[in-house]
């Protein structure tokens, strides 16, 4: 449990993880967690964009090469983006990505995919919370010096 | 059509001319009925009221026994074994602990695959049987159609009709060319499991209905529930008439089917019931004799 | 070497009571290319944005970083402290160190490592920052008013005597909306008609507004300032500048026994037909549906009737009239569409709603709505204002009203409350009994909510006065019993049950979403919620704005309102338009797309995936004027920021400023510090 | 505004007070009772409710206010007909039938003897019958019933009527699985006890 405050530093591994969030709906999201106190997990660093439309799946994976173990990509619910259609287009670009993960040998339970509107802010310490869980159950990414380089290459033609 | 059949208690007993019209009927409309080998009481209404899991796990045998004997669907004429055996599948769907539960209560390999279909639904099924087969115009005859609770509710998992504006009754009961007569109490509660042990709440709910068929002109009440009508039928002396009001005959809906299809009374165990359904023969006959003449 | 400035802000107690503040400053001022590192007790307070500016001037800093509260809150604070510092203000960026650390974690140790890598990682972006210009846009000081309601009817008006032009379109042959139907109004039962009436002459003859009926947005494209929008003029057969609103067309037709909309059904109408007397504009409608000459001519190919044609001396009537599209420019946008009434039919034209059973599907006779009981109590509606029972005309001697129906009702689909239907019921328990002398009304209502200015009272005086017996319950079933409405209900508070015999019975229904607004709401990109009422652009602070600049709400179109609400709400959004046309020109930030030209292969992925249309087509060419390429280009106007081009672009020749590939991995590779 | 030390005591009591009645009934039925609004919809469909004490929406009521004793030792729970009416209407989907079910289980666990006696007789000479062949021997009910209840009612006079229409039989029918049906009544009651 992350909110018993007493969290043991041992020698247990601890994992990194990059959330990429759209500013409109999850990162506002998040702040709502941050003025309801709520508690959770100090894994997740932030990193704010537009939209999730924003997103490069390349983001990812220099994430991963930087020796993130997990990575959450957020941004608003279906018909509410902010932009319209950018979460659409995100959606349907991390379809694709996440066979592109199998190939490239990304365990897919190191990403989580979700929505989070700017009043879920329980949705956001849950979604902190469980991907911390399974990352760390998951062990440390070691395989990422196997991407350096490549990755950018694979990624050239783009995903669509 | 080939149906697994559960008859369930009554059927065997109280309500045998349900069990004998719907025998009788099922051959010219074509209903292959093969009786669940081994099949045990649902637990009715005492189970389901006294502990939860037990209303769910005797019904559940019952189902285990239908999937293993290779049905895909349990038909279960009597309305409150329908809702039993149609809760029970539902409710072990919707409950992943309860399923766990009652499987291991079981101790027999069940998916809850089984289908549970119930008098009306299957009798609908079959309207264009029931026209061809009909040789007795019901012309003269008019019924209140009484559907009760445990056909209709909870909706969500009967789901067969629509829980406050039925129809499908009524739709059967035009297939016989009897006419349908529009009243209030259709779906109304008569008092159930009370029948009984509170023979009081039961006299003074089945009169309203009673009351309400015959307001509306109905010669006979229609019924799809062994309940209902021992609380109509068996009960009906108890409810003291008004003066000057006639009985009111309570037909099975198989029964009624029957008649369309020129069965004898005998045949459809007519004769079985507490109020003479003797007034329902003759418009049966008035309105034949009209048919010859047309 | 960059020259990058960290300010570390306590917030009080907020941030260093589990961030060691000092730590981060002294971590920071390790990092290679930052000058200056501090912390402050109130970096949002004058002396600490002082402390941002001297330090900009004093370490001649080309970025700053200010560590503290969400970006949100105070991003553009800090970036006008270093804007007047001299600093481009998009070199400052901010580190959220309280909402997404110090409040969410307990452990300080966590929480100040927290502190540091998020620190680090805007340092790295700052890195890469580019000095940026706020956009300036032109504004079009016209205004499209969208509903001709209370609420837009307001709206126009106070736009145009404000000294903006306005464009009102309404989808019905005359504005007025529900207000015009209705007998009176709570809690001061005003005629409604008498009040609104003369607002309905001011809008039709103001010189600044362009008065639409029986019109429709038809698309809109552009954005704040700089929206072109396309009315479609549905055809009337009636030629508006030759009819002089006679009405000899209407005493010449036929048809004359269709349900008036504008009676709710109580009362008929003709073909060609104005929806009341007072309607504006006077121009009569042919309704093609109804009319004996379309019919005739779907039917048979030839010409019947025309009778009004004969008897139109103005030459007005042209059947052969066609929906023509007109175009507009604005510069912003009002939404006041309205409503519609929730009926309790089986059918719903919503998939997750449904119609109540129990009460029989709407189809009892003498179980009327609301608004079709303001319609008999109107003096000027079908039964002159008397109350008389829809089925056979007589005086209903017991009347029952039910409140909360479609409301508040998750099992039908609708958990909100409507909001109106507590004060309108028991307007109507009043009206009821100032009417039918004798009468008895009763209500059933689950909580009385009253609570505008003279509303309790009102209600009061309902019970106390009047009479009407307050009954607490929900009715579990009612239907027809001969001459009689029998209602089977029962009353909380006596812990009885209650069976009425009615005569009538009056529904107070839930206010719904106007239907297909999801189509106009996706024309304007603004979001809406699960029942479709659209959404501002905050419920307390922004609740006329949406979250599309330059589109605002005013009345039920956002939520259920009553009229003082509408009219409020209409007002704030024309005060907030009037503001918006109050400068020449718009400030916009500068995150938006901009295309290399020099690597831009044309592919026009980007145009595929751009929500708002920004990409557009731009021809290269030598000297001599010969096509090299055609290559995408983003119109800096329209262009709202979102990215999702750039994620896209496959030769990575389109960059979102702010936000460039180099500026977030720059912050990707400062995660491992 | 709570004091400091107000808000301590009220964590404490929330975590160390036994389940309230509410959300004891909540886990068990799947339905949220304090969705009720007290609007009274069920009991004004009720059946019943001419005849019981306690209606619908009071038994609600008195779950959310937490008062077990007073609807463990009330006979209205006892007196519900499981017509559906109720949950059918309900505008929150409390479901109150489930819920009374589910207080009746309550109530047999806790040794409550408010069930009249006639009913409770009833529901045990049914499930005794069923225990004993895994059908109902209708006979054998009414006797069983008719003993247990006290309530020598004028009804077993009517036996012979039904034995006269060929409607009762007279004999017994043992199912082959009977000791299956044994068994689940055995796995039941267990689970029942352990959950009290």
Known sequence: MSDNGNKQHDNSFEPRITAFVCTWCTYTGADLAGTSRLQMESNVRIIRLPCTGRIDP????????????????????PADCHYTAGNYHARRRFTVFRELMDFIGIDARRLTFSWVSASEGTKWKEIVDETTDRVRALGPFTAYHNLAGGAEEAMAGGVQ | MKLGYYPGCSMHGTAREFDESLQAIAKPLGLELTELDDWSCCGATSAHATNRLLGVALPARNLALAEQQGFKDVFAPCAACYSRLATARHEMQEDAKLDAKVKEILKRPFSNSVGVMNIVEVLRGLIPQIKEQAVQPLSELKVACYYGCLLLRPAEITGFDDAEDPSSMEDVTRATGATPVEWRMRTECCGGSFSLSRTGSVVRLGRAVINDARAAGANAIVVACPMCHSNLDFRQQAMGQREGATEMPILYLPQLVGLALGLSPQTLGLKRHFVSTQPVLELVAAGAAKGEVK | MPRIGVFICHCGENIARTVDVKRVAEALAEHPGVAYSTDYKYMCSDPGQTLVKQAIVEHKLDGVVVAACSP??????????????????????????????SWIHEDREEATQKAIELTRMMVEKVKYNAPMQAIRIPVEKRALVIGGGIAGIQAALDLADGGAEVVLVEKEPSIGGHMSQLSETFPTLDCSQCILTPRMVEVYQHPRIKLL??????????????????????????????????????????????????????????????????????????????????????????????????????????????????????????????????KITKEQPRPGISGYGEYGYGTV????????????????????????????????????????????????????????????????????????????????????????????????????????KYLRGRVSKLYRDGEVIKVHGFDTLSSEPVVIDADMVVLATAMRAQPNIEALAQKLSVSYDKHAFLNEAHPKLRPVETNTAGVFLAGAVQAPRDIPDSVAMASAAAAKVLDLFSADELEREPTIAKVDATICTGCFHCERVCPYGA???????????????????????????????????????????GFTDSQVFAEINALMG | MASPEQQETGHGLDQHAPAELKDEVAALTGANPARCYQCGKCSAGCPMAVETSLRPHDILRLINMDQREKLMENDSIWLCLTCETCAARCPNSCDPARVIDTLREMSLASGSTAAPKAISAFHQAFLNQIKSGGRLFEVGLIANYKFTGGALLADVMTAPGMFMRGKLALKPRRIKGVKDVRRIFAACEAAAKEQQ
């Not at chain 3, 105070?74 to 997404?100: D, Q, V, W």
């Open chain 1, 58 to 77: 390349l983001f990812i994976i220099k994430a991963f090469e930087r020796g993130a173990d997990g990575v959450i990509v957020s941004g608003c619910h």
């Open chain 3, 72 to 101: 949100r809150m105070h991003e553009k604070t800090f970036r006008r402290a270093a804007s007047s510092a001299g600093l481009n203000p998009y070199l400052c960026e901010m580190a959220n160190i309280r909402e997404h650390c």
């Open chain 3, 213 to 342: 009926t029986f019109s429709e947005v038809e698309n809109v494209e552009g954005y704040i300032g700089n929206f072109t929008v396309q009315i479609r003029r549905k055809a009337r057969s009636v030629d508006e500048d030759l009819c002089n609103g006679c009405g000899d067309c209407i005493a010449s037709c036929p048809v004359k026994k269709i349900p008036s909309e504008f009676e709710c059904g109580l009362g008929k109408r003709t073909a060609i037909y104005v929806p009341f007397p007072q309607a504006v504009p006077n121009t009569p409608t042919l309704d093609r549906e109804n009319c004996t000459l379309f019919k005739s001519r779907a039917k048979t190919g030839k010409d019947a009737c025309m009778r009004c044609q004969k008897a139109c001396q103005r030459g007005a009537i042209n059947y052969n009239q066609q929906d023509r599209i007109e175009e507009f420019k604005v510069g912003a946008i009002v939404v006041a569409t309205g409503f519609q009434l929730y």
């Open chain 3, 365 to 468: 006779p003498d179980v009327i709505d609301g608004l079709q009981f303001e319609r008999l109590a109107s003096a000027s509606g079908p039964t002159a204002g008397k109350i008389l029972r829809p089925s056979d005309g007589k005086e209903p001697k017991k009347i029952v009203f039910l409140q909360c129906i479609g409301s508040r009702d998750c099992a039908k689909g609708i958990e909100y409350c409507s909001k109106i239907c507590c004060m309108y019921t028991a307007k109507h328990a009043m009206l009821y009994r100032h009417k039918v002398h004798g009468g008895q009304a009763y209500v059933f209502y689950m909580d009385i909510r009253a609570n505008g200015k003279g509303y309790d009272e009102f209600v009061r005086r309902a019970i106390e006065e009047d009479g009407a």
């Open chain 3, 615 to 657: 990409v557009e087509h731009k021809e290269i060419r030598d000297r001599k004027g010969n096509l090299i390429k055609v290559i995408a280009d983003v119109n800096p106007g329209v262009c709202q920021g979102c990215g999702t081009c750039v994620a896209t672009c496959p030769s990575k020749s389109v960059e979102l400023q």
